[in-house]
């Protein structure tokens, strides 16, 4: 598995136009992917907004283990900071749910500007790594398409100011930390979709899936592929081959295929409800 990285030239430009628009807001929305809540956690865009409130939100929790989802949120909460779970798939609730924390988040701010006679937007950052939602999000608390969404990294790449119901929300081009310094959370990033697909070794990366997924969710690779357990990646990968129908001429396992098959039904949901991290490994990281 070759080491990942993946800072594309636009993102420099990016973090300096958030950097700039930070005075402008009163609290951030900081979207996390629940199926990798650590991975998709950019601490360099926390430290962006300095002493602003931010509030965490779990997106694509249809996606996720629920049980593992509730202890990252326990864990969020325990370092003083609002967290809300959601599946923007569902709009309505999506945005009711996080409408709700929202004000909350700024509560105390919202009385003052009322005793001063204030009325207007509540404003909001949103931001987070590639592909974790956050267009989605702002369209479901619109109520409309208004910012452009996609499955892949990198379709937002300027900032766009969308009024909702109560809020203007910033809408910003999904941005990576300059150097990944864990590359297990690398590879989760990778795995959702949050890094450009062709820089990416597929082969490799499908090995360290069914690694991880062999670790924690055994009965989902017996249940979708059929395999026989306990088995090394590289053997599970020609069984899921072997499965698919993928063979070359000659007999060969066409394994580039099944391994991209495999990605595939991970970021689909195809395998169940999967969440890659645990929370007890990162006490402490979202503070």
């Not at 409408?99 to 500007?113: F, I, P, T, Y």
Request: net charge positive; proline share 4%.
């Amino acid at each position: 598995m070759k080491f990942i990285q993946w800072f594309p030239g636009h993102m420099t430009k990016a973090m300096r136009m958030m950097e700039e628009c930070a005075p402008l807001v009163d609290g951030a929305m900081l979207v996390l992917d629940a199926r990798a809540p650590a991975a998709t956690f950019n601490k360099k865009l926390k430290k962006l907004f300095g002493a602003k409130p931010v509030l965490y939100i779990l997106n694509k929790t249809d996606l996720a283990d629920a049980a593992k989802t509730d202890a990252f949120l326990s864990e969020i909460a325990k370092g003083g900071s609002l967290a809300v779970k959601c599946s923007a798939a569902n709009a309505s609730a999506a945005a009711k749910q996080i409408s709700a924390k929202a004000l909350e988040l700024l509560k105390e701010k919202r009385s003052r500007d009322a005793a001063k006679g204030l009325s207007r937007p509540l404003r909001f950052m949103v931001a987070g790594i590639p592909n974790t939602g956050k267009s989605t999000i702002i369209n479901a608390l619109s109520g409309q398409k208004r910012a452009v969404t996609g499955d892949k990294a990198g379709v937002t790449r300027g900032k766009q100011w969308i009024r909702c119901a109560g809020f203007e929300l910033l809408d910003t081009p999904g941005t990576m930390p300059p150097s990944f310094e864990n590359q297990t959370l690398a590879q989760h990033l990778a795995y959702i979709g949050s890094i450009n697909d062709d820089i990416l070794d597929f082969y490799g990366l499908s090995l360290e899936l069914l690694r991880e997924l062999s670790e924690s969710y055994p009965n989902v690779l017996k249940e979708r592929y059929a395999l026989e357990m306990p088995a090394s990646p590289a053997d599970m990968l020609g069984g899921i081959c072997k499965r698919r129908g993928f063979v070359l001429r000659g007999g060969e396992y066409d394994l580039d295929r099944g391994a991209r098959a495999l990605i595939d039904d991970f970021r689909k949901g195809r395998l169940g409800r999967i969440t890659l991290e645990n929370a007890a490994d990162y006490i402490g990281f979202f503070g």
